[in-house]
């Protein structure tokens, strides 16, 4: 059985930094591209990042340059460093397989004063 | 980015009616196009890729179609279950963008 779950959230001063992890089994992340998701409170989806197999790594504009994606093979773990943190982070993040059919339960990001 | 536009925003349905949820791509994607149900508190859950491909263990009632910039989930007769909110999201480039949701609630 596959399940990814997510860990790392919580409350953060505008600014800092957290990293989310992703841990998997029953499915290999190296082999995969693996996506993060976002939702904010009572709003939509919104795609942040992609990794793929090779390496290559995609973000949504809001986070270029803040926000970074990777994996431990070892580990079978996704990660999702975020820095400089908004109050417009402030979100449940999702990891998700690569075509989407797989998805972790969620970790609340927020980030606030 | 490619913008996508969902409608309606929300829809008021009955058991056993036939739905239909629309998405416009602001350019030409293809059928790089999946569409996700969510329940509230629950992640998304994939039901149709690449257009009108039925995911493994979705019921048949639901089926997508479409191409280039138009496209369509159907739900050919409502269950219970199925009242929640429906996204799609292309992935035809980066960065990936979703619609902004439909909510399907009971009449």
């Known amino acids: 059985e596959v399940q990814l779950v997510e860990s790392g959230g919580g409350l953060i001063q505008p600014g800092g930094s957290l990293r989310l992890s992703c841990a998997a089994s029953?499915?290999?992340?190296?082999?995969?591209?693996m996506s993060w998701v976002r939702q904010a409170p009572g709003k939509g989806l919104e795609w942040v990042s992609v990794?793929?197999?090779?390496?290559?790594?995609y973000y949504a504009d809001s986070v270029k340059g803040r926000f970074t994606i990777s994996r431990d093979n070892s580990k079978n773990t996704l990660y999702l460093q975020m820095n400089s943190l908004r109050a417009e982070d402030t979100a449940v993040y999702y990891c998700?397989?690569?075509?989407?059919?797989?998805w972790g339960q969620g970790t609340l990001v927020t980030v606030s004063s | 980015a490619i913008q996508m536009t969902q409608s309606p925003s929300s829809l008021s349905a009955s058991v056993g009616d036939r739905v239909t949820i629309t998405c416009r791509a602001s350019?030409?994607?293809?059928?790089?196009l999946g569409w996700y149900q969510q329940k509230p508190g629950k992640a998304p859950k994939l039901l149709i890729y690449?257009?009108?491909s039925l995911q493994s263990g979705v019921p048949s009632r639901f089926s997508g179609s479409g191409s280039g910039t138009d496209f369509t989930l159907t739900i050919s007769s409502l269950q219970p279950e199925d009242f929640a909110t429906y996204y799609c999201?292309?992935?035809?480039?980066?960065?990936?963008?979703f619609g902004q949701g439909t909510k399907l609630e009971i009449k």
């Open positions: 350019q030409g994607i293809r059928n790089d």
């Open positions: 998700a397989s690569g075509g989407g059919g797989y």
């Open positions: 999201l292309q992935d035809y480039n980066y960065p990936h963008t």
């Open positions: 029953g499915f290999t992340v190296s082999s995969n591209y």
């Open positions: 990794i793929y197999s090779g390496g290559s790594t």
């Open positions: 690449a257009a009108s």
